[in-house]
T-cell receptor, first 114, second 107 residues
């Protein structure tokens, strides 16, 4: 299995809702990432987990809460989002111990906040 | 914020042409540079990764080079095909993405 799987593919949520995005990989990668991508813009790094511990938080608002319950799974919990948080949320993984190898990205979750 | 700039922002070429995409970065502390393609509304597909100790990498019709002293990387696409149409992104140190080049190859 050489894929990063993200679910759901599309999500519409109200500003008072609580939802979660899920990312899963079975490649044994110990680094996992969340990116946010607005239309026609490059991906922006949100969080980095290495060995299931949060190693980088790029000053992301607390309404986004990441969680890495095990080495294969990465969640992004969403609460009280704003319409400007609507974007494509991308998950990626990497073999932390092999810097010569690059990222593998999931296909993303298209989030719309209404 | 790390600045990574890609020029041109958009490019349209006829099928069969060779083309060069440019990526510039302002911080000389570079460990690697990775090139990706992204189809509309989709995730990113990794194309080539160049370590700081390397000068170039090749895969099929793609060749990527890295010049740390000038803060530049180029992606060369030979004999372009309509299937190459996509947005091409470079990423410095695998965290910081460039602004992207939208490529259209006209049949």
């Amino acid at each position: 299995d050489t894929e990063v799987t993200q679910t759901p593919k599309h999500l519409v949520m109200g500003m008072t809702n609580k939802k979660s995005l899920k990312c899963e990989q079975h490649m044994g990668h110990r680094a996992m990432y969340w990116y946010k991508q607005k239309a026609k813009k490059p991906p922006e790094l949100m969080f980095v987990y290495s060995y299931e511990k949060l190693s980088i938080n790029e000053s992301v608002p607390s309404r986004f809460s990441p969680e890495c319950p095990n080495s294969s799974l990465l969640n992004l919990h969403l609460h009280a989002l704003q319409p400007e948080d609507s974007a494509l949320y991308l998950c990626a993984s990497k073999n932390w111990d092999r810097p010569n190898y690059g990222y593998t990205f999931g296909s993303g979750t298209r989030l719309t906040v209404v | 914020k790390q600045e990574v700039t890609q020029i041109p922002a958009a490019l349209s070429v006829p099928e069969g042409e060779n083309l060069v995409l440019n990526c510039s970065f302002t911080d000389s502390a570079i460990y690697n540079l990775q090139w990706f393609r992204q189809d509309p509304g989709k995730g990113l597909t990794s194309l080539l990764l160049i370590q700081s100790s390397q000068r170039e990498q090749t895969s099929g019709r793609l060749n990527a080079s890295l010049d740390k002293s000038s803060g530049r990387s180029t992606l060369y696409i030979a004999a372009s095909q309509p299937g190459d149409s996509a947005t091409y992104l470079c990423a410095r140190n695998q965290f910081y993405f460039g602004t992207g080049t939208s490529l259209t190859v006209i049949p």
